[in-house]
């Protein structure tokens, strides 16, 4: 009787952290476990991807907020940055907005912003509009010509649009390919050569942002002539990475 009031007092003890225990033996197993193994997506973390860096013209930007609220300070080496200071920023906030085709509004009902398409885009929307870019006002001024959608062979969500009297192509996806498939970087608000050692370089930081947990999407854009067919996704200038995770469960 002593043993089960115990176990008992145990699983109240549990619930009130919000676990819920099926067998009454299983909190004195807990008691002695070191390494728990749980599915990390939804249960340990909110399923709701976050823009936490940027790096770009050889700046790594650090993003602050939470979830998918369009909301969040960005530092430069721990101090706090108008993004309309840095072109290469703003180029980031660019390239996010108009690479992505996802919706993100703010539910009354259940009071939390919800996400309508892909979370890791929605993440580098947010991203966009917590550097200045307002999407809408781009589209007043630019119109889609191309929407190439993200696929699992290539690798990238590529858009281009009509602007003014030029055309303008965005691309994010993965790393490895958007590097292969550019020609040029974006330094110094200059498109220069994408040499092999600046190119061993972006391999390198991309390494180092993934060893931090990050999930690393890369990012470029490409400038050409309003009547050029777009048969063919190369010849990119390379703009940097967006880097995001999964935020982690306030109780976890």
């Known amino acids: 009787i002593v043993i089960t009031l115990v176990l008992a007092n145990g699983v109240s003890r549990m619930s009130k952290r919000n676990a819920l225990v099926k067998k009454l033996q299983a909190v004195e197993a807990l008691g002695q476990a070191n390494i728990i193994a749980v599915d990390k997506t939804g249960t340990v973390t909110k399923n709701e991807m976050v823009v936490t860096s940027v790096f770009t013209d050889s700046?790594?930007?650090?993003?602050?907020?939470?979830?998918?609220?369009p909301k969040g300070e960005?530092?430069?080496?721990?101090?706090?940055?108008?993004?309309?200071?840095?072109?290469?920023?703003?180029?980031?906030g660019k390239i996010a907005a108009l690479a992505t085709d996802v919706r993100v509004r703010f539910d009354e009902g259940i009071k939390t912003w919800r996400v309508m398409g892909d979370p890791t885009e929605a993440a580098i929307l947010i991203a966009s509009q917590k550097i200045g870019i307002d999407k809408d006002s781009l589209l007043q001024e630019m119109s889609q010509i191309i929407d190439l959608p993200f696929e699992y062979e290539t690798k990238y969500h590529a858009v281009s649009y009509k602007a003014q009297k030029s055309q303008f192509l965005a691309i994010a996806g993965a790393p490895e390919v958007i590097l292969k498939i550019s020609k040029n970087i974006f330094l110094k608000s200059k498109q220069v050569p994408?040499?092999?050692?600046?190119?061993?370089e972006m391999e390198y930081i991309f390494q180092i942002m993934s060893m931090r947990g990050l999930r690393v999407v890369a990012f470029a854009f490409r400038e050409m002539p309003l009547a050029e067919k777009l048969t063919e996704i190369k010849d990119l200038t390379f703009g940097g990475f967006y880097g995001m995770i999964d935020a982690l469960r306030p109780e976890v």
């Open 59 to 69: 700046n790594l930007f650090e993003f602050t907020g939470t979830g998918y609220e």
């Open 194 to 200: 994408l040499v092999k050692e600046k190119i061993e």
């Open 74 to 92: 960005i530092r430069l080496s721990g101090k706090i940055i108008e993004p309309t200071n840095h072109p290469e920023l703003i180029l980031a």
